[in-house]
């Protein structure tokens, strides 16, 4: 019996599969970059660990946060990160053409990659306030509209499509499941499919390339097809079983860009090979699954909206990084969860499993004993 346990019941609560499952992604992830960097911790691997254990403190830390406390933490938390989205563009730097970042010190914030769990929080708030019969009125649409489309525009402006695209996924995907007409969806999707010319236009030089070169990336392989290319060998290139750990002459000869980032799954995939792709792809399902089934069981409306838009976000960072590596989909810097060198994308992650952990903790009974 729980009451008999020598662990204390705020460990003996965790989720330890899913945390085990998120280590192995992580610890699979350092290899990689230990290999990436020729051998060697720095630059890459000892800080991604470092961080790593801080925010998986702070997750489990999350974890231990009322419901309650978390519903009334939406809006306000909107409105912070909304003013740091703002301040990007007045105080933000710039790196690899886009103003993005703000420095603090011991890492550079991302405040974009914020917006997409909080995003979800304050689109679930909002349908948890409205009364299920408003669903099908235009007090339902507007009001969201407005929480996505203000984040939306300011990353865009940086400019971040892949981010500005996330963030916009997010919340739509929270409308859907509050239970919004399908026809507004499909409408959508119609009118977006006739004005995409008009607004392919708008973009910016760089990403039209992207675009163009997705549909045909052997128009230009030595220039913007590049990424793509050499991604496509480094990932062919690895076979079934890869060529060895350390072994891999894509990322090791710097043929592959960002081969310890956005494309870390191609560097991967050189080395450890199909099984070792299979076994990354298997771990995030698993964790997916695992947070499927947190939204399922959830006691209201706002945590089962926040659970499901939660690890939905965990699989648009999986399913559009995979995609996008092997060519299915334009590059649009979306890196691979837990596993590419960053600090921003991993603080995302953990915000969204520690926001999980707390809602299945509560699915459990255990809120007497939460803060």
Request: aromatic share 10%; net charge positive.
């Amino acid at each position: 019996m729980r009451s008999q346990s020598l662990i204390p019941a705020p460990i003996a609560d965790l989720p330890w599969r899913m945390l085990a499952l998120v280590s192995f992604i992580t610890g699979f992830g350092l290899l990689v970059l230990y290999s990436a960097a020729g051998g060697k911790l720095m630059p890459w691997a000892l800080p991604q660990g470092a961080r790593f254990v801080i925010f998986l403190g702070m997750a489990i830390a999350i974890s231990r946060v009322r419901i309650e406390r978390i519903r009334s933490f939406a809006f306000p938390a909107y409105g912070a990160v909304l003013l740091l989205l703002i301040l990007v563009e007045a105080l933000g730097f710039v790196g690899k053409g886009a103003q993005r970042w703000l420095s603090l010190g011991f890492m550079n914030l991302q405040p974009s990659e914020l917006m997409k769990p909080i995003i979800i929080l304050a689109i679930a708030r909002f349908y948890d306030l409205l009364p299920p019969g408003e669903l099908r009125r235009w007090s339902a649409i507007w009001p969201a509209a407005a929480l996505i489309g203000v984040p939306w525009a300011l990353i865009l402006i940086q400019p971040d499509l892949g981010t500005a695209t996330m963030v916009l996924a997010g919340g739509l995907t929270m409308m859907f499941l509050a239970g919004l007409p399908l026809r507004l969806f499909v409408g959508g999707a119609a009118l977006v499919a006739v004005a995409g010319p008009v607004a392919f236009s708008f973009l910016h030089e760089y990403q039209q390339k992207r675009v163009l070169i997705f549909m045909d990336p052997e128009s230009d392989p030595l220039g913007a097809g590049y990424h793509i290319s050499q991604s496509k060998i480094a990932i062919g290139s690895g076979g079934i079983f890869g060529k060895g750990f350390l072994n891999g002459t894509q990322s090791h000869l710097d043929y592959l860009p960002e081969g310890h980032t956005d494309f870390i799954f191609a560097t991967m995939a050189e080395e450890w090979g199909l099984l070792g792709g299979f076994l990354l792809i298997a771990a995030y399902a698993l964790v997916v699954k695992w947070g499927i089934g947190v939204a399922l069981d959830a006691k209201d409306r706002f945590s089962r909206l926040t659970a499901a838009g939660l690890i939905t976000t965990v699989f648009f960072y999986v399913m559009i990084n995979l995609m996008m590596v092997m060519g299915m989909a334009p590059v649009v810097g979306i890196p691979l969860p837990l596993v590419s060198y960053g600090g921003s994308a991993m603080l995302t992650v953990m915000l969204c499993l520690g926001g999980l952990m707390a809602i299945d903790r509560a699915n459990r009974g255990g809120d007497r004993r939460r803060l």
